[in-house]
């Protein structure tokens, strides 16, 4: 079990937990969502600890912490539908555990990892114990996506939101983990690739063939937004097996595109209205343009980059459909 306490961006979820334990106004169901490349599932276990402790802080000393980390407390359920098929079933079982004579004076715990990956009939039967859930028992939901959890479900649960940390403070926990002498700048841009995402800019950055893959694909990305490289040679880059990440990369880049211009567009009107300040005309706004491109038409093109990713779910050609809805954009361009 992956130790949480060493991740600087759950501490606080974790001390908000400690807190509401402290304070005896914990409730019996908390839900937070799974981001990629931050380990959240650790986050679930380490909430589970912590309710569970001696301390009620997760100390990884008393019995129960050891018991958790084992996987072996009695008290301690857990169900996997991002690993596993969870079906009806399981979750009644489950539910039916969290019923019977809890061990050690500690109350039940049942951590769900994937709530969302769960059918409509296993959410409903999950609602059912959550709606009169036993005493002093605790359930630890995560998700990916929250669109596809029940709104009972959602109005029963606290959410976790997860703070924001600070880029230094996730630069310096990458420095420790490395074994080289890299220098915070070069982490930075190897981090800046996949938004910062600490794991996976931790694997970039013991794999360097990985950076130069990703930062070819990023400049290739750049020449297909202005016009130097075709549909074509932009899905010659697709990867069956990692689409979904793939794709959820071009859209990051879209949206930096977006972000770029949007404070261009600040400064550049800003500049407008302290020259037109002394004769009091109007000062309409002038939106930025990079290499020709609008925001208006970047907006599109994240709008298909999205349509993209729901169809990576199903069935379809994919390469086919890459190609198509993108050079429909770049032609819309032209036009």
Same mark, same amino acid.
């Given at each position: ?17 400690? @807190? ?65 098929? *969870? ?12 019923? @019977? ?7 039940? *715990? ?62 310096? $926990? ?115 343009? $990079? ?37 429909? $954009? @770049? ?5």
């Amino acid at each position: 079990m992956s130790n949480s306490k060493n991740y600087p961006w759950h501490r606080q979820i974790l001390a908000h937990v400690h @807190q509401q334990l402290m304070d005896r106004s914990l409730p019996h169901a908390l839900l937070f969502r799974l981001r990629p490349g931050y380990d959240d599932r650790a986050l679930g276990q380490q909430i589970v600890r912590t309710i569970l402790c001696d301390t009620q802080n997760g100390c990884q000393r008393c019995k129960h912490c050891l018991l958790v980390e084992e996987g072996t407390h009695p008290n301690m359920l857990s169900l996997n539908a991002v690993a596993d098929k *969870v079906g009806i079933n399981d979750v009644r079982l489950l539910e039916g555990n969290m019923w @019977q004579t809890s061990m050690f004076d500690k109350p039940k *715990v049942a951590f769900i990892n994937g709530l969302d990956l769960l059918s409509i009939g296993a959410q409903n039967a999950l609602l059912k114990t959550l709606e009169e859930p036993p005493k002093d028992a605790f359930f630890v939901l995560s998700v990916t996506n929250l669109s596809r959890v029940l709104p009972t479900i959602m109005s029963r649960v606290q959410r976790l939101k997860h703070a924001k940390v600070e880029q230094s403070a996730l630069l310096h $926990w990458l420095q420790n983990q490395l074994d080289s002498a890299m220098t915070e700048a070069e982490i930075a841009g190897a981090a800046k690739l996949v938004d910062f995402a600490p794991l996976r800019a931790l694997e970039l950055l013991r794999s360097p063939e990985l950076v130069q893959s990703l930062s070819q694909e990023k400049a290739q990305f750049a020449h297909f937004l202005s016009g130097k490289c075709t549909a074509i040679q932009l899905s010659e880059r697709l990867d069956k097996a990692a689409i979904h990440e793939q794709l959820r990369r071009f859209c990051r880049y879209t949206e930096h595109t977006i972000d770029f211009l949007f404070e261009k567009t600040i400064d550049k009107n800003s500049e407008l209205a302290n020259k037109k300040a002394d004769n009091g005309a109007g000062n309409s706004v002038q939106y930025a343009t $990079w290499n020709g491109i609008s925001m208006r038409a970047l907006y599109r093109l994240h709008d298909t980059l999205l349509a993209l990713l729901r169809l990576a779910d199903t069935n379809v050609n994919m390469p086919l459909q890459f190609i198509t809805r993108l050079t429909d $954009w @770049q032609n819309e361009q032209r036009n």
